[in-house]
């Protein structure tokens, strides 16, 4: 369907040719994709509901335009989510592939957030980052098990506030573990996004058992993201206690059994350690995984596989606290 090209930025939707994309400045909206020699499954153009900030525009500066006047929370009443973009990547410490690779890799994604572990120090995510032109950068400062660079840290379109990492100790496995939080604003939603990296477990004792009982419940903020290698998989006791606090897997959202698959060795698909990589949200958000998956790679940048997620959070106008 050709599109008509309409000021500032904004057309109407259709079908969009492949390697194309588009981006509307006020609403901050993307639409279309790039293709990837290697990506194998690129993600789904945006939705007519996702696209509906920028029509929205359109049409308001229409009004405009003829002299008549409209409440911009009136019009927005129809749209009552705002999508998410959102990964996860275990890195090996960068040593299969560079920063630039590892950005080039995600930009058909158009995403928001990443949360990386086992990243290198000093300012590989910033890399990362100018490869996406993402600007926005939180590293920690507890490197996994005291490796050398196994940090986690977190990469951003948005700016990042109330940033600390959260030391997790326990059990028998490897330690320390940690979690980097930040919060941010992505078009009107605040969030708060966590990217961890922790020890397989019973559930019973160690890093899991720590996340659940101390971690999350003291979390105040409406929405929350937490990512990571969790090295553990669904349906496992560790798993399903972090669930039992009020988190949502994607998984589930998007009805994919993840039994048969795995995300962990990317570089020895015969030990097939599994998913052990997740993206889970707070149920009481309201929000609701729209797309998403496991990145498939032609040549994999990592022992891990990356995943990804778009949630759709309802939009609040009411006023939010973290602590």
């Known amino acids: 369907m050709f599109r008509f090209p309409i000021p500032y930025g904004f057309y109407l939707h259709g079908n969009v040719l492949p390697g194309l994309r588009f981006y509307a400045p006020i609403s901050h909206e993307y639409w279309g994709y790039d293709v990837s020699e290697n990506v194998t499954r690129p993600p789904k153009p945006m939705t007519n509901k996702r696209m509906f ?73 910033a890399r990362v980052g100018k490869a996406l032109d993402m600007d926005h950068v939180y590293v920690g400062e507890i490197s996994s098990a005291n490796h050398e660079d196994k940090y986690k840290t977190i990469l951003s379109r948005t700016p990042l506030d109330e940033t600390r990492e959260v030391p997790i100790h326990g059990g028998a496995a490897w330690n320390p573990a940690s979690a980097v939080r930040v919060v941010t604003t992505i078009r009107g939603v605040s969030i708060a996004f966590y ?20 971690v999350l419940p003291r979390e105040a903020a409406k929405r929350y993201i937490v990512v990571g290698d969790y090295n553990n998989r669904v349906g496992e006791h560790a798993m399903d206690i972090l ?81």
């Open 53 to 125: 900030p920028a029509r929205l525009n359109v049409a308001m500066t229409i009004l405009v335009l003829l002299g008549l006047t409209v409440s911009p929370h009136a019009a927005q009443g129809e749209e009552e989510s705002v999508a998410i973009r959102v990964a996860a990547y275990n890195v090996e410490y960068g040593k299969n592939a560079s920063a630039e690779e590892i950005g080039a890799m995600f930009k058909p994604y158009h995403l928001d957030i990443i949360g990386f572990c086992e990243a290198p120090d000093g300012d590989w995510t």
């Open 195 to 214: 990217s961890l990296h922790i020890a397989g477990s019973d559930g019973k004792v160690g890093h899991a058992a720590e996340l659940a009982s101390k």
């Open 243 to 323: 669930v039992d606090t009020g988190m949502t897997i994607t998984w589930k959202d998007l009805g994919i059994d993840v039994a048969p698959l795995y995300t962990y060795n990317a570089l020895k698909p015969e030990i097939n350690g599994g998913v052990i990589d997740h993206i889970l949200y707070n149920t009481a958000s309201g929000g609701k995984t729209t797309d998403g998956g496991i990145i498939e790679l032609e040549r994999p940048l990592s022992d891990h596989k990356p995943v990804w997620a778009e949630i759709a959070f309802p939009v609040d106008t009411e006023p939010e606290t973290t602590k």
